[in-house]
């Protein structure tokens, strides 16, 4: 049995985890690792054996307290020197079965000081014990939940620390300028009448531009990670679901010529050409009377207001009359779709200028027939040229989470302030440069995150 004072205080720093770290479900192999000053330990008693020299795969009989054999595995020691979390690590290359799964989780849960992790735990461990910083280790979930090419190479590259090295870069240059300002209030500098603060502003003032540059990258690298929103918006029977089975080359949404058989929002995603996308249905907007369907309006409506890209379609034989209820939507942001072109030949006038509305500029302008597939790879092509567009990394990283936005927007804010008090009160001013360079420092976690910490890692996956 185990020991209650144990179990108690599992909550503790010094608690050895321990978690299935490869996917759960029959497996050809399975990894559990654990992390922590009983790992060694652990290991002696499962396999009756001396712990192999560190990083040496050895094979090894497991075997529970009861003499149960489990598995004849492959282990693997790490020393807390040299590992991934910090601490001592054993990795336990065990036949992916479940009952020789079970039986290792259910032998290590008896050992006295083990506990099984929680979500995120082994990189909560590797971040407190300074191996990964809060961006590296935010990278690090990104890639495990990356699902194309592009997500994948923006999660290595900030695991790589290319978001920690921007962001410590421009906090190393704010705390050499404070550290001049600072210097400057104890021991003023007769030489410089407008004093340190007037010779630093505007080497602070071009960071804070590079970091204002860095914010209005139109949310490339969150575009990325969470995927490009493409809504697909129309009247009843504009032919939404049907262009949207068309681009998903798959029966997904419900096609039918009821009108307003679309009453939910239904998204699917897409890979175009590494690039992931969330290709959004809704519902046809019309005054309608029902309440579901006014449900699914409603629904519509915001979806439009927040996607990347709206594709407006209207029907060829409508064409070139643009129905009011589109007339909103049509901008920049908009990809105009004229569509069941086979309805019509009426549809070819091509029109740079949308009628009636001779000031609007849209996206682009596509012609298609969902029916006898004239124009749909043509409008595909558009669409990976848009999204490529949109998320194509850049030289300098793009910033993923709102979190690091907030942040950064919290820093310009500060530099605002001292633009403003740095003819004035030279107190003041390095007051606003010291909080500005905290706000930079949250985003790598080096200050001020306390709180949150929870919150980021327990986004992950247990094992991880
Ligand atoms: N079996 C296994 N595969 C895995 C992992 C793992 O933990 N176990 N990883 C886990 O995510 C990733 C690899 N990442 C790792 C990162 C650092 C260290 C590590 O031992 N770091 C030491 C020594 C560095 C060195 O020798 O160069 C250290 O930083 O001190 C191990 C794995 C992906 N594949
Ligand atoms: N001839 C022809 N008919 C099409 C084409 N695309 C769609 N249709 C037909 O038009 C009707 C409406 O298509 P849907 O895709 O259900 O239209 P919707 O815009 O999703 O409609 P709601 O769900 O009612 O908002 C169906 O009968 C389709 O078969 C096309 O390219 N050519």
Excluded at 383 to 406: F, I, Q
Aim: hydrophobic content about 45%; proline content about 3%.
């Amino acid at each position: 049995m185990k020991d209650q004072s144990v179990a108690q205080s599992s909550q503790t720093f010094a608690d050895t985890i321990f978690a299935l770290s490869s996917g759960a479900g029959t497996a050809g192999v399975a990894v559990v690792r654990l992390s922590g000053p009983h790992a060694f330990a652990a290991l002696e008693a499962l396999s009756g054996k001396p712990v192999p020299e560190a990083r040496y795969a050895a094979l090894r009989l497991l075997t529970n307290e009861d003499g149960a054999r489990l598995d004849q595995a492959l282990v693997i020691a790490f020393k807390g020197s040299a590992s991934f979390t910090g601490e001592d690590v054993v990795e336990l290359h065990l036949h992916g079965g479940r009952a020789v799964v079970a039986g290792v989780l259910e032998a290590l849960d008896r050992i006295d000081g083990l506990r099984p992790a929680e979500p995120g735990e082994f990189s909560r461990r590797a971040f407190d014990n300074q191996k990964l910083d809060l961006t590296e280790a935010e990278g690090l979930n990104d890639l495990i939940h990356a699902q194309t090419a592009a997500q994948r190479e923006q999660a290595l590259r900030q695991m790589d620390g290319a978001l920690r090295d921007l962001y410590e870069d421009w906090r190393g240059r704010l705390v050499a300028h404070l550290a001049h300002l600072e210097a400057d209030i104890d021991f003023p500098d007769e030489d410089l009448p407008e004093g340190v603060a007037g010779a630093v502003r505007p080497n602070i003032l071009s960071l804070k531009f590079e970091i204002t540059q860095h914010l209005v990258d139109g949310r490339r690298g969150e575009a990325l990670r969470e995927g490009f929103r493409i809504v697909i918006m129309g009247e009843p029977n504009a032919g939404k679901s049907t262009l949207l089975n068309a681009l998903a080359k798959s029966d997904v949404a419900i096609v039918s010529d009821e009108e307003g058989t679309t009453r939910d929002v239904i998204e699917i995603q897409l890979d175009l050409g590494g690039y992931p996308v969330r290709l959004i249905d809704t519902a046809g907007v019309r005054e309608s009377q029902g309440a579901i369907e006014q449900e699914g309006i409603r629904r519509a409506l915001a979806r439009a207001e927040e996607a990347d890209l709206r594709l407006v379609l209207i029907r060829a034989d409508d064409w070139p009359v643009i129905p009011k209820s589109m007339e909103r939507w049509l901008d920049e942001k908009a990809m105009l779709v004229i569509t069941q072109t086979d309805r019509t030949d009426m549809f070819h006038v091509k029109h740079d200028k949308l009628p009636g509305m001779p000031d609007v500029k849209v996206a682009d302008v596509a012609y298609v027939s969902a029916k006898t597939d004239v124009g749909l790879s043509d409008l595909f092509s558009h669409l990976e040229e848009h999204v490529r567009e949109a998320m194509a990394p850049r030289e300098v990283p793009s910033l993923t989470r709102v979190r690091h936005r907030r942040a950064l927007e919290e820093a310009v804010d500060h530099l605002d302030r001292f633009d403003q008090n740095a003819g004035l009160d030279a107190v003041l001013a390095a007051e606003d440069v010291r909080m500005a360079a905290r706000s930079l420092g949250k985003i790598t976690g080096r200050v001020g995150v306390e709180d949150i910490l929870d919150v980021i890692f327990s986004d992950f996956c247990i094992g991880k």
